[in-house]
């Protein structure tokens, strides 16, 4: 890899590294390129595991700081991984056009449900919530807002078997990246959490090589995202291993999302 654009950092409460320790790891590992996405905050409600609304601006300044600094030396980019909300179009806009980020990445953990309310992906409580959970997914691409999707098969860290519901979701899921050529994120963190027992066998939550094999040997673009929230996990072990996984599931693998620049 010569860059990643999948990193956390101590704001989001759930990882540790300040942005100067990502860009210093970055640059001793060789990368070219490095993008910021932390989880997105929302401006009326605070879904949890995400910086506060009224960091944007520090956040955004410090990765301008840091790309001043450091450019000779690498390129930094100015990201949020944030879920997709209806009610939030306006605003994601808002947040290229007048906040200064500039791409964003659509991390689905929460979406919408029937009714407007809102519901976490990790808590199904059957695979017929994949459905409404990749139609969300699909919304989002259909917005043009997002650069790609995030951990595209995370749902399948539920502890249920495949089926009927999971190949329409996936098809659902797949379909809008083709239609809208947004790429694919081979996401790292899964690895990291190593293999588990499911009903249907045992395996890594995400990814899923089910999932993948219905895009091998295609166009779909897939990016390997480390999704890092430690400094280390920029070019682990890890990130070597879903290199490999990438090529043995014959991945049309990219280095850089094209509309990120």
Avoid at 9 to 34: M, P, Q
Avoid at 191 to 217: A, M, N, T, V
Avoid at 228 to 245: F, G, R, V, W
Wanted: proline share 3%; hydrophobic share 35%.
């Amino acid at each position: 890899m010569k860059g990643n654009f999948h990193t956390h950092t101590y704001r989001c409460k759930h990882a540790s590294g300040k942005e100067e320790d990502y860009v210093k790891a970055a640059i001793a590992n060789g990368f070219s390129e490095l993008g910021f996405s932390d989880h997105g905050p929302f401006p009326d409600k605070d879904y949890g595991l995400r910086m506060d609304f009224s960091e944007l601006p520090e956040y955004v300044s410090e990765i301008e700081r840091l790309d001043k600094v450091y450019g000779d030396r690498i390129k930094l980019f100015k990201g949020l991984e944030v879920e997709y909300h209806p009610k939030y179009s306006g605003y994601y806009k808002e947040l290229i056009s007048e906040l200064g980020i500039e791409y964003l990445v659509l991390g689905e953990h929460t979406y919408t449900v029937s009714g407007g309310t809102m519901k976490n992906i990790a808590f199904a409580e059957s695979t017929k919530e994949y459905i409404e959970y990749a139609e969300g997914i699909a919304e989002g691409v259909e917005t043009g807002c997002f650069a790609f999707i995030a951990h595209p098969d995370i749902m399948f860290r539920n502890n249920f078997s495949w089926d009927r519901n999971c190949d329409k979701a996936c098809d659902i899921i797949l379909s809008a990246a083709e239609k809208y050529s947004v790429p694919l994120e081979f996401n790292v963190n899964g690895l990291r959490r190593g293999f588990c027992s499911f009903p249907d066998g045992i395996r890594y939550q995400y990814p899923h090589e089910r999932f993948w094999k219905q895009i091998s040997g295609s166009s779909q673009k897939v990016i390997i995202g480390a999704d890092c929230h430690i400094p280390e996990q920029l070019n682990d072990a890890y990130i070597t291993m879903a290199e490999k996984m990438c090529t043995d599931l014959k991945l049309n693998l990219i280095e850089r999302v094209e509309n990120i620049k």
